[in-house]
């Protein structure tokens, strides 16, 4: 099993729809998570940390759930401009022994 | 402007060829890293460098080699032991490596396709 799954996608969504992500990770030992996005050929570019508790960025929502260890975004009020692939992100370790995996990322176009 | 540079953009290489990929950050960083990608992958750790004349492998070494000798360059090769070479590879930095529980942010270049010709 992979260290970081994510839903392959792709996703089409109609302008103003609201779409979601998960993301699930395999080593519990896993300890911070964040949220990339990366348009075509482009470098990938930090969206959001995710905390347990919950946090919101204007219409993007992460979720963290370590009992299930999984991840999770969410758009609202989706714009053409959020057409992307999001990549989850996990890190655990620290010092010398951090390692920080990527999923393959999940590619949302948004239609018109 | 602080940032991180890649160049080039485009690089060809043609087989037994050794190729040298440039990454120049004006952050003050001390990590710095290489990634591969691939269509349709994730990104995955080619080398890393935690403090200058300092670097260590990641997950897929084999065939490119790195240097750190100032804080701001860190450059990969690709040598011609690296028989699948075309990729997207992708520079990035951070203040420092992961401290526990920390919540490091990466900062990226631009990226260099590499392709085979």
């Known amino acids: 099993r992979k260290e970081v799954e994510q839903d392959p996608g792709p996703f089409n969504v109609p302008e103003g729809a609201t779409v979601a992500f998960n993301c699930t990770y395999s080593n519990s030992a896993s300890q911070s998570f964040f949220w990339y996005r990366q348009d075509c050929r482009k470098e990938p570019k930090l969206l959001m940390s995710?905390?347990?508790s919950g946090n919101e960025d204007g219409r993007f929502t992460a979720q963290l759930n370590r009992a299930s260890q999984y991840i999770s975004l969410l758009i609202r009020d989706s714009k053409l401009s959020d057409s992307a692939t999001y990549l989850c992100v996990g890190l655990r370790g620290g010092g010398s022994n951090y390692k920080l995996t990527f999923g393959k990322g999940t590619l949302l176009t948004v239609n018109p | 402007d602080g940032g991180i540079t890649q160049s080039p953009k485009y690089l060809f290489r043609k087989e037994g060829q050794n190729v040298t990929l440039s990454c120049e950050q004006n952050l003050n960083h001390d990590a710095m890293y290489w990634y591969r990608q691939d269509p349709g992958q994730g990104l995955r750790l080619i080398y890393y460098s935690q403090i200058v004349n300092d670097f260590q492998k990641g997950d897929i070494a084999e065939g490119y080699s790195v240097s750190r000798e100032k804080k701001e360059s860190f450059p990969l090769t690709v040598t011609s032991a690296q028989k699948n070479p075309t990729a997207f590879y992708l520079c990035?930095?951070?203040?420092?490596?992961?401290?526990?529980?920390?919540?490091?942010?990466?900062?990226f270049g631009s990226g260099t396709q590499l392709s085979v010709l």
């Open positions: 990035a930095s951070s203040i420092r490596m992961v401290i526990d529980g920390g919540d490091e942010k990466l900062f």
């Open positions: 995710v905390y347990s």
